[in-house]
């Protein structure tokens, strides 16, 4: 199959047409081991094949091949956009029909940015990772059962989070299509993604409406979106990340005026996620926006991906489930204590990664080699 890669990109000789640029990465999605994409200016094209760099044919594409892809991609204004320095990251679909036959989605995960070009001015980069629209089960993913009785009260905010590439997003996506297949009361969800991965097309919906809304593109940003959530009556916000203090100050009034909020966060420990909210607003601020955080927590979780024994990655979760016992506990500390108080209570309500860990290791899932990395790092 990687031949039939290269044949296509090889094939591709002068200005890309839009059908050849589907072409192209429809024949990468169908490669075994196909990772990512790499067209650039005045470079050959390229893809990870399980791992690693395939060159695809022996022609570099020139600069104005690669602004030509860009527009396909992203639309007239793209190459004006990463030359002012921007970079675009989104998503992509392609559908494709053999006559006859069912028609065929495929979704890719794009960035887009400016590079030195081979010829030393401003050149295009572009990465196409291919990504499965369709969310996995959730039964799949091992949820302890602590976690998933907490996926959906009926108001609140709960936060995972992890570090890029920790599988979040598929956490996120998996409980939305639980929730779908299975609520026969059914909610209405509004996601605002940066970019949107999984669509819930396919799902067995028995009667919830979902309104997906990718950043920046549909909607300028995510506070921007969660505002004008509160417009429309969801019972389910979900947002891509809690960046800024704006984004988290709209969740947090979100969450206490009766929606469930489901949000992403950068922090490798529970007793990190607070305190890094927290120090996104001015220090006059600080304390109060604290107490709105601890009112509105209902669950925090973190997760990491980490080798199997046998190939591919397990999730080990951190997490801690926020009643109002440990509310109360929590009201009790200050900025200066909040993580350590955090860290306490999971140890002792909740489950670390090392506890994780020691679970995966005992049943065979993870080796001596990455308990012990995680024993030394926590």
Not at 149 to 154: G, H, N, S, V
Not at 191 to 198: A, D, G, H, R, V
Not at 277 to 303: C, H, P, W, Y
Not at 336 to 358: F, P, Y
């Amino acid at each position: 199959m990687v031949e039939n890669l290269k044949s296509v990109a090889s094939a591709i000789n002068t200005q890309p047409t839009k059908d050849e640029i589907s072409a192209l990465l429809i024949a990468a999605m169908k490669t075994d081991g196909f990772g990512d994409l790499y067209l650039a200016s005045d470079r050959v094209p390229a893809a990870k094949i399980h791992g690693k760099p395939v060159m695809l044919s022996a022609r570099k594409w020139i600069h104005g091949e690669i602004e030509e892809v860009v527009r396909h991609l992203d639309g007239p204004s793209g190459p004006a956009r990463l030359l002012q320095g921007n970079q675009i990251d989104r998503s992509f679909e392609v559908v494709h029909r053999e006559p006859g036959g069912k028609a065929e989605r495929f979704r890719f995960r794009l960035n887009m940015t400016a590079i030195r070009s081979g010829r030393g001015d401003a050149g295009f980069a572009i990465t196409a990772r291919g990504i499965n629209w369709m969310p996995p089960k959730l039964d799949q993913l091992g949820l302890e059962p602590e976690i998933k009785e907490q996926l959906f009260p009926r108001q609140g905010l709960n936060i995972i989070a992890g570090s890029t590439g920790d599988g979040k997003s598929t956490t996120l996506a998996a409980a939305l299509r639980d929730l779908i297949e299975t609520d026969e009361i059914g909610k209405v969800i509004n996601t605002y993604e940066e970019p949107i991965e999984f669509v819930y097309d396919g799902c067995q919906n028995l009667c919830s409406i979902v309104h997906q809304s990718e950043v920046p593109i549909m909607v300028r940003s995510f506070a921007d979106g969660i505002r004008a959530s509160m417009r429309r009556n969801p019972d389910i916000i979900l947002v891509g990340e809690l960046r800024d203090n704006e984004t988290i100050a709209a969740a947090i009034e979100a969450s206490m005026t009766g929606h469930l909020v489901w949000g992403t966060l950068h922090a490798n420990r529970v007793a990190d996620v607070m305190r890094r909210m927290v120090s996104r607003f001015d220090k006059e601020e600080q304390a109060s926006r604290l107490g709105d955080i601890i009112s509105s927590t209902r669950l925090l979780m973190v997760q990491r991906l980490v080798p199997k024994v046998g190939g591919g990655r397990v999730a080990l979760r951190e997490y801690l489930v926020c009643d109002d016992e440990v509310r109360g506990m929590l009201f009790e500390a200050s900025l200066a204590t909040i993580a350590h108080t955090v860290d306490g209570l999971v140890r002792e309500r909740g489950k670390t990664l090392l506890a994780s860990a020691k679970e995966a290791h005992a049943a065979g899932m993870i080796s001596d080699q990455v308990l012990t990395h995680m024993e030394k790092t926590g």
